[in-house]
């Protein structure tokens, strides 16, 4: 079964052909074309996404990138209505609608969220041997979530951020510290070389070498909801820790560069904390057999580490999967996977009613 998928949830605009198979528990999936145009260099002006400028660059790059699959033969079409940006959830909708009018083919509305989780499940381009329950962390910038999933498609919430999404919590404290959007590979970068002391020569702050280890030694975020007994956590008042502490040392302009990277590093230290914490708290709550994380702050080679290393030592029972960093951020490719693993499974179809963007769609919701 081949799906055309098409992804406009938030500044990506993505178009997939993903071709599946199932086999008992199994699942096949082959990406016979991809394409993927982001927005980001748009959007840094303004510090993060804005959404009618959003929608204006879904709705030129659409047409643009669907030259290159206009020739394509397919059983069913694949679109993101939500969760997302409304407005850029529109445009791929209605993109869809008609395209599949055109082609006589059915049209999936699939979950984003879905999307990262089944996708994280992908190992060389198979999804076999999953062992039930599944526990999934689901991080970006609009996102901050444990899903449990017991069976295939049925999710449970289990704990979510109580505030900011850890995407935009990076975002924000990359700003700042005077860091270019999008901050989360920025703050990785500078965090990476604060903890080696080594020099980064492709970054704009270049000039890391000689680092104060008295300063680094100084930075103490607070790590908010570590010791609750719930798999819930929160961003906010670690991003205001940052301001305050940032002020008390007199200000950004104060700094040496290889002091801004000791910030960053601590507060990726915070963050790596708190998931660890919360990530063994629902680990022990849910007696999961796997555990896999998704969404664009997946790419955190920091986090992937860390949570790799305290899983297998503390539940070496447990697989952990992760996605390929390829597919971490928004992409059409995951939704052509989650479509087609939902549509070989037998699943109906929700094209009876009409197609809505929602979006603050849970994943929860998924039937």
Not at 185 to 211: E, F, V
Not at 279 to 295: D, Y
Request: hydrophobic share 40%; with cysteine; net charge negative.
């Amino acid at each position: 079964m081949k799906v055309l998928a098409i992804e406009t949830s938030c500044d990506e605009t993505g178009i997939a052909l993903v071709e599946g198979q199932k086999a008992a528990d199994s699942f096949t999936f082959t990406v016979l074309k991809h394409a993927l145009l982001s927005q980001a260099q748009l959007h840094a002006e303004y510090g993060g996404v804005y959404p009618n400028l959003a929608k204006r660059e879904h709705q030129k790059n659409l047409p643009v990138l669907f030259e290159q699959f206009k020739d394509e033969k397919v059983d069913v079409i694949a679109v993101t209505h939500g969760p997302g940006l409304e407005p850029a959830l529109w445009t791929g909708i209605e993109f869809s609608k008609k395209l599949a009018a055109e082609w006589q083919v059915p049209l999936l509305p699939t979950n984003h969220m879905e999307g990262h989780l089944i996708s994280s499940l992908v190992k060389d381009g198979k999804i076999e041997n999953v062992e039930f329950p599944v526990l999934g962390l689901l991080i970006s910038g609009g996102h901050t979530e444990f899903v449990l999933m017991k069976e295939w498609f049925k999710y449970e919430i289990i704990g979510e951020t109580l505030d900011d999404a850890v995407g935009e919590a990076f975002d924000k404290v990359a700003r700042m510290l005077g860091l270019p959007y999008p901050g989360g590979p920025h703050i990785s970068k500078l965090a990476a070389a604060a903890r080696s002391k080594s020099a980064i020569t492709d970054h704009p702050l270049d000039d890391l070498q000689g680092g104060n280890s008295t300063f680094a030694a100084s930075l103490k975020l607070p790590r908010p909801m570590i010791n609750t007994d719930t798999c819930d956590v929160s961003f906010s008042g670690l991003k205001t820790a940052v301001l305050y502490m940032l002020r008390d040392t007199g200000g950004i302009q104060t700094l040496s560069s290889a002091q801004i990277a000791d910030f960053a590093r601590e507060f990726e230290d915070a963050v790596g904390d708190i998931f660890t914490a919360k990530t063994l708290r629902a680990l022990e709550q849910t007696g999961s057999k796997t555990f896999v994380i998704g969404g664009g702050v997946a790419a955190n080679s920091y986090l992937r580490e860390k949570l790799g290393a305290v899983v297998a030592k503390e539940f070496p029972e447990v697989e952990f999967r992760l996605p390929e960093h390829a597919i971490t951020g928004d992409n059409a490719i995951m939704i052509g996977e989650a479509a087609l693993a939902r549509r070989l499974s037998g699943l109906e179809d929700e094209t009876k009613e009409e197609i809505r963007a929602m979006g603050q769609l849970s994943i929860s919701s998924a039937k």
